[in-house]
C-alpha cells in the first residue's frame, strides 16, 4: 500500500542474516535503521535464534528515544513480516517500498566477509516475469516521450483518477530541464482503461523496463520484487523507438512516464505514474 509520506518522520530498515557468526558459530541477523540523510543511524545484531518480532521491539524501543517515527519503509520481502510485527507493537506504520536508496547507499558501503567469493546485500530473489492478466489489456500502445515541463504542467495539477508523482521524481528535483525528453509509454485501454489503472494502482509500479532478446519485451517492475510481462515484440521499428526509449532514460536519471488514457483524443486520462529508480 503506497502512504503519503509529506511532513513525516520516516525511518528506513532492514534485518536479515548476514555472512557473519558469533564466538558460538551461530549466524548473525543485522538490524539496520536510518532516516532519508541518513543523520539517525542505529545498527544491532542478534543470533539467528533471536531474530524474533519481540526482539525488534526491544529494539525499535531503544532506538525511538525521543524521535519515534511516523512510518518505517521497507525493502526487502523476508524483513517484512517481522517489521511489520514489531512497528506495530509500538503503532508505527510500515510500507513495504524499493524506495529505501539510504538505507540501500548504506548497506553498499558497509563491509561484509565475501560469502562463497560474493555478497551482495541488496540482492532478492526475483520470480520470472509473468504476464500482464489478459482481461486488461488494453486496445493499443506506443512508446512516447513529454518535455518535463510540459509533464509537470499537463499533469500535476490535472484530476486524474489514479496518479502518482512523487515529489522525488518531479524533474525539477532530478535538476533536469524543462526541455530534456522525458521517455514513457502510453497504453491506449478502451473499455477497460480504468480496470487497467485500479490494477496497475494494486501492484505499485517502479519501473518499465525494456529488455532486449528473442523476443523483446517490456518488464513492469512492481511491488517489492514483483515483475510483469507488459507486452513482448519483434518488428524491428518498434525495438528501435524501444531502445530510443531505453537511451533516453540514460539521461533523465531513469525518470520515465506510464500513462494510461481510454484513447488518443487527449480529452480523459485513466492513469499516470512517474517512474525511476528502484
Known amino acids: 500500500m503506497l502512504v503519503s509520506n509529506q511532513g513525516m518522520k520516516i525511518w528506513q530498515a532492514d534485518f536479515y542474516r548476514r555472512p557473519l557468526q558469533n564466538e558460538a558459530g551461530e549466524v548473525l541477523w543485522e538490524l539496520l535503521l536510518c532516516d532519508g540523510d541518513r543523520s539517525f543511524t542505529y545498527v544491532a ?7 524474533t518480532a519481540k526482539w525488534l521491539t526491544e529494539q525499535l524501543q531503544i532506538a525511538i528515544k525521543d524521535q519515534k517515527p511516523d512510518l518505517i519503509q521497507v525493502f526487502r520481502p523476508q524483513s517484512l513480516n517481522l517489521i511489520q510485527l514489531a512497528a506495530g507493537n509500538l503503532g508505527i506504520a510500515v510500507e513495504a517500498t524499493r524506495r529505501t536508496f539510504a538505507l540501500k547507499q548504506w548497506l553498499q558501503e558497509r563491509s ?24 486488461l489489456w488494453g486496445q493499443q500502445w506506443r512508446f512516447a516521450s513529454l518535455s518535463a515541463g510540459d509533464i509537470v504542467e499537463g499533469f500535476s495539477q490535472r484530476l486524474i483518477p489514479v ?20 521517455p514513457g509509454v502510453v497504453i491506449d485501454g478502451g473499455k477497460k482503461s ?16 525494456y529488455i532486449p532478446g528473442d523476443p523483446s519485451g517490456l518488464v513492469l517492475e512492481a511491488g517489492l520484487r514483483d515483475r510483469y510481462i507488459v507486452n513482448t515484440f519483434t518488428d524491428k521499428e518498434v525495438i528501435s523507438a524501444a531502445v530510443t526509449y531505453a537511451t533516453r532514460q540514460q539521461l533523465t536519471k531513469r525518470l520515465h512516464f506510464l500513462l494510461i488514457q481510454p484513447d488518443n483524443s487527449g480529452m480523459t486520462y485513466s492513469g499516470f505514474w512517474l517512474l525511476g529508480r528502484e
Open 112 to 135: 561484509y566477509p565475501a560469502n562463497n567469493g560474493e555478497y551482495n546485500p541488496l540482492a532478492l530473489d526475483k520470480p520470472p516475469p509473468t504476464p500482464l492478466p489478459a482481461n
Open 194 to 209: 480504468m480496470q487497467l489503472a485500479r490494477w496497475l494502482q494494486s501492484v505499485n509500479p517502479v519501473a518499465l523496463n
Open 45 to 51: 545484531f542478534c543470533p539467528q535464534s533471536q531474530a
Open 163 to 182: 496518479k502518482e508523482m512523487p515529489e522525488f521524481l518531479l524533474p525539477l528535483n532530478l535538476g533536469l530541464a524543462s526541455t530534456v525528453a522525458i
